[in-house]
């Protein structure tokens, strides 16, 4: 079973918004923009102006998500708000993905809030077996943007959308998939290190090899 679409994490300033959206054209993909009070400016971060200039481009075929860190997760964990919200930064998107495992988040006011800003799905983080709200969208991911690969994949919940992440690259995901494939019917794959060049920028061939290594030459699926 192929993924149902994958998310490439990390979209920096040095990333052509065409390409991005030619890339969506040919694959079910979705660019993840990242989030920090701290880092915004900085690598994986963007600053908030390029982000919006990416989100005054977008079409239907080019899916987006929020993911927040740092400040922002812990703003909306003990607030019930980013801090970003008034601003609209976050209108647009598609999904917010909250990073974070403190023990006071709530799936329940997390999706409430997702649905409020503009009807966002939300995704919570797992490290185990996905747990068994069906509020928000579960992720499992046990390396955190290191590019660690984990012992294994946990089988998913019937046919919920979840999703993977750990260590997947160009190189492997293709072999992953069908890994993943056995135990996941309806699921995305998630890449933030293994798509980045040797100067840890964001990298667009890589992205388009993973894609053509998972689903063949565009027009073939």
């Known amino acids: 079973m192929l993924p149902t679409f994958i998310t490439f994490t990390g979209v920096d300033t040095r990333s052509s918004v065409p390409e991005l959206m030619a890339l969506a054209a040919d694959y079910p993909v979705e660019f993840a923009f990242m989030f920090s009070p701290a880092r915004q400016g900085s690598a994986r971060f963007p600053p908030l102006r390029f982000i ?14 929020a993911h927040l860190c740092d400040g922002y997760c812990d703003n909306l964990v003990e607030h019930n708000a980013t801090g970003l919200e008034q601003a609209g930064v976050l209108n647009g998107f598609a999904r917010v993905q909250v990073n974070s495992d403190n023990p ?40 955190k943007g290191t590019g ?20 997947i690259n160009p190189g492997n995901v293709a072999q992953v998939c069908r890994q993943i494939g056995r135990v996941a019917q309806n699921y995305w794959i998630d890449m933030a290190s293994g798509v980045r060049d040797e100067q840890n920028r964001f990298d667009l061939d890589k992205c388009r090899q993973v894609c053509q290594a998972v689903y063949g030459k565009p027009g073939r699926r």
């Open 104 to 143: 006071k988040l709530s799936p329940k006011k997390i999706a409430a809030w997702a649905k409020s800003q503009g009807g966002m799905s939300a995704i919570l983080l797992c490290s185990a077996s996905f747990p068994a709200q069906e509020q928000v969208q579960w992720f499992f991911d046990t390396s």
């Open 52 to 65: 919006a200039k990416v989100l005054a481009m977008r079409n239907n075929r080019f899916r987006l998500a």
């Open 148 to 167: 660690t690969r984990p012992e294994h994949w946990p089988p998913a919940p019937g046919e919920r959308l979840v999703g993977y992440a750990g260590g």
